[in-house]
């Protein structure tokens, strides 16, 4: 199957700070790639999507300017969380689609983010 | 909107078979899929079905769609405990989205 890497795969911050968190597909080229959120024992939550060079479209109740996306080749997506807060903190997770691949969702590894 | 449900938890004994139970509201969901997750880690995919499809075997995994009943069905022949983990089925929506059931926590016990 088609592999997509997260990095980082954790990362720990002070409260104030921004973080970026890299979303690559390797073997393929994604024009679609998605960013989740999950919580604890819960499942994923999507908080937008996002096509290669255009502006990502969010989901209702995610902050844009808080949560900024950028898909800017084939095969990186980034997440940054803007001066992030400890209420942020959770397991943020990519996947990767193209329609070469019927669309089917590879997902990355995640990356767990620990605000303090 | 698409809401999915699983039941939350499961647990067998190794060598037997398991069944991961999934219901669905979208009739329109053109595909329906199986992840599994394991601690700390990304969503693997298992299989997929199309909704045009009744069954699906890919060797140890059978899925099994009741499209009527917007049911959705995940066999796993000869549980082993490296198949401890949670599954998430998942149907499509618009614009390829995917919506996400709850998560079956799988227990395989020796």
């Known amino acids: 199957g088609a592999v997509v890497s997260q990095h980082p795969s954790w990362v720990i911050c002070k409260s104030g700070t921004s973080v970026k968190i890299e979303c690559r597909s390797l073997?393929?080229?994604?024009?679609?790639m998605f960013w989740y959120r999950q919580f604890p024992k819960q499942s994923l939550m999507l908080m937008a999507t996002s096509n290669e060079g255009s502006k990502a479209t969010y989901e209702q109740g995610v902050e844009k300017d808080k949560f900024l996306i950028n898909h800017a080749s084939l095969t990186l997506s980034t997440l940054t969380v803007t001066s992030a807060h400890p209420e942020d903190s959770s397991f943020y997770i990519c996947?990767?689609?193209?329609?070469?691949?019927?669309?089917?969702?590879?997902f990355g590894a995640g990356t767990r983010l620990s605000v303090l | 909107g698409e809401d999915v449900e699983q039941s939350l938890f499961l647990s067998v004994r190794e060598g037997d078979s398991s069944v991961i139970n999934c219901t669905y509201t979208?009739?329109?969901?053109?595909?329906l899929y199986w992840y599994k997750q394991e601690p700390g880690a990304g969503l693997q995919l298992l299989t997929y079905?199309?909704?045009?499809?009744d069954m699906k075997q890919d060797q140890r995994l059978t899925v099994l769609l009741n499209k009527k009943d917007k049911h959705l069905s995940l066999r796993i022949a000869d549980t082993q405990t490296g198949d401890s983990a949670i599954y998430f089925c998942?149907?499509?929506?618009?614009?390829?989205?995917?919506?996400f059931g709850t998560g079956t926590q799988l227990k395989v016990e020796l």
């Open positions: 073997d393929f080229q994604a024009t679609t």
């Open positions: 998942a149907a499509t929506g618009g614009g390829n989205k995917l919506t």
């Open positions: 079905i199309f909704s045009n499809m």
């Open positions: 996947s990767a689609s193209a329609p070469a691949s019927g669309n089917i969702q590879y």
């Open positions: 979208d009739s329109s969901s053109t595909y």
